[in-house]
């Protein structure tokens, strides 16, 4: 089976830009996770999404916004672009059918994206 | 609010020797803890996790970790280390976030070189 797939790869922006980061989750789990791992750190908790509804919001500007699709897939998108949102953006997913709590969450190989 | 201590920033160790990489959580209810591994470029693989029960628990690999309440930590060891097992660890509790969703949060990891 396929894990958690992100696209594009990796990505260079200008300060200022959008940008539209793509995420399919894994085969039948319905919640899908947006962290942002700056180079030397720890991940950080962006969003949730859970049958298409925002089910946590992380401490980020509201340059920073989400949705899901029908298909459970997702977008993340950043506007107004900075240097400071240079980082890895990684994608989870989890089954959800149980209840979130505690649900554990696989995570896709991430896009890199550099903001010049 | 949860936070994760990740002490060691970087550890080495000679291939065949034994690895303790250690976690200390801080969370006020009973944590969900979860140890994952990202190697350079990729994104983070589920080594192993504890939502109740047993205090030791196995993971994949030959990594196992030991949740000690009283300690407020979370070790993860493992006997004898392989050179394919340099990567970065990061320890994460688990915890709810908003509209009934769940979030990680991550310590700030500890990179392993294993020597020949």
């Known amino acids: 089976d396929a894990g958690v797939t992100q696209s594009p790869t990796h990505l260079i922006k200008t300060r200022g830009q959008h940008v539209t980061l793509r995420c399919s989750p894994i085969s039948g789990h319905k919640s899908v996770s947006w962290y942002q791992q700056v180079l030397g750190q720890g991940p950080q908790f962006i969003f949730q999404?859970?049958?298409?509804?925002?089910?946590g919001r992380g401490n980020f500007p509201d340059r920073f916004s989400a949705r899901q699709f029908p298909n459970y897939s997702s977008e993340l998108n950043v506007n107004a672009l900075l240097l400071g949102d240079s980082a890895l953006y990684l994608c989870?997913?989890?089954?959800?059918?149980?209840?979130?709590?505690?649900?554990?969450?696989?995570f896709g190989p991430g896009t890199r994206l550099t903001v010049l | 609010a949860q936070s994760v201590t990740q002490p060691d920033i970087h550890i080495t160790v000679s291939e065949g020797a034994s690895l303790e990489l250690r976690c200390n959580y801080s969370y006020g209810a009973t944590p969900y803890l979860f140890w994952y591994v990202q190697s350079p470029g990729q994104g983070l693989q589920l080594l192993l996790k504890?939502?109740?029960?047993?205090?030791l628990v196995q993971g994949i690999k030959g990594f196992e970790a030991e949740f000690k309440r009283s300690q407020s930590s979370f070790n993860l060891r493992k006997p004898s280390v392989h050179w394919s097992d340099a990567a970065e660890y990061f320890c994460a509790v688990g915890a709810p976030a908003g509209n009934a969703g769940n979030m990680l949060t991550f310590g700030g990891g500890t990179r392993l070189m294993v020597k020949p």
């Open positions: 989870a997913s989890s089954i959800g059918t149980s209840g979130l709590l505690w649900d554990t969450q696989y």
């Open positions: 999404y859970y049958e298409k509804e925002e089910r």
């Open positions: 504890y939502f109740s029960g047993d205090t």
